[in-house]
Every structure is written in structure tokens, then in C-alpha cells.
């Protein structure tokens, strides 16, 4: 009699790489502004201060150049919260003004799967932009078709 195998074949990456691959989901396409607030004083304050250093990884922002990044550092012993301000048509999308993260029991892995769950999905389409072509263009064009 023998016991069946069950789990994987090849260990996990680990922490690191899972933020790695989160945080080159993240698209903040949807949202005008982000407004981060935490008490430095708090004990569980860590991950809202790592969640709000990723948020300012050049990738991240140049997913959206208009979005504005706040932070308010308060010293009330409240707890820290990340506040996501969408743009309209996210708002007439999901019937909200903005989307609000209590922070202080999430770890920086599952606040950006919050964000990619909730925000990145809120992208507005793109339309496709027609572009007048000229003579020179076409023929440039068939004269790879041909090769």
C-alpha cells in the first residue's frame, strides 16, 4: 500500500519573486489619485510603508503619469489606509467614488493583489487610432509583403 503524492514537483520562489510578479501587474490607469495615510508610530505599519514604496517604482507610475501619489503621516494611532480616487468612467464602471485599503492586517503581497484585483481591471479601453496612409507607406508595405 502506498500513500499518493500530492504537491508540487519545484519549490516556490518565495516571497520576493510573488511581489515581483504582482507589482508587474499593477496598472494605475483607472485611478486619478492615491492618498496613503499611516502613523509611523504604529506597530503594523510596515507593509503600508513597502506597499507605498512600490507604488513609486518608475514602472508602476508610468502606467499612469496623471495619478497623484499622497501621503499624509499622521500621529493620531490610527490605522494606516490607502485610499484610490478613480477617474470617471471607473466610477460610472463600478458605481464608486473611490476605493478604500485598511491596511493594517494585509502584508505588501496581498495589498498588490488587492490592487490588481480591484484597480488594474479598471483600465479603460483604448480606441484604435486610424492613421492616414500615404503613397510612400503602401508601397513600402507591399514591397514587404512581397519578400
Do not use: W
Not at 508540487?8 to 511581489?19: D, N, P
Not at 492615491?34 to 508602476?60: C, G, M, Q
Not at 480591484?118 to 503613397?135: D, F, G, N
Request: hydrophobic fraction near 35%; charged fraction near 25%.
Amino acid at each position: 500500500m502506498s500513500i499518493y503524492y500530492s504537491g508540487t514537483l519545484t519549490r516556490s520562489s518565495g516571497i520576493v519573486s510573488a511581489i515581483g510578479k504582482e507589482l508587474k501587474r499593477v496598472n494605475l490607469k483607472g485611478v486619478k489619485r492615491i492618498t496613503v495615510t499611516f502613523d509611523p508610530f504604529a506597530a503594523n505599519v510596515k507593509s503600508t510603508r513597502e506597499f507605498l514604496f512600490l507604488l513609486s517604482v518608475p514602472r508602476v507610475t508610468q502606467s499612469n503619469p496623471n495619478c497623484l501619489l499622497k501621503t499624509d503621516v499622521v500621529c493620531n494611532r490610527q490605522q494606516p489606509k490607502i485610499k484610490f480616487s478613480l477617474i470617471e468612467s471607473a466610477q460610472e464602471h463600478l458605481k464608486v467614488k473611490d476605493i478604500q485599503f485598511l491596511s493594517s492586517n494585509l502584508n505588501t503581497l496581498e495589498l498588490l493583489q488587492l490592487c490588481n484585483k480591484y484597480l488594474s481591471v479598471l483600465v479603460p479601453e483604448e480606441e484604435e487610432k486610424l492613421s492616414a496612409v500615404t503613397k510612400s507607406a503602401a508601397k513600402a508595405f507591399k514591397k514587404k509583403e512581397r519578400r
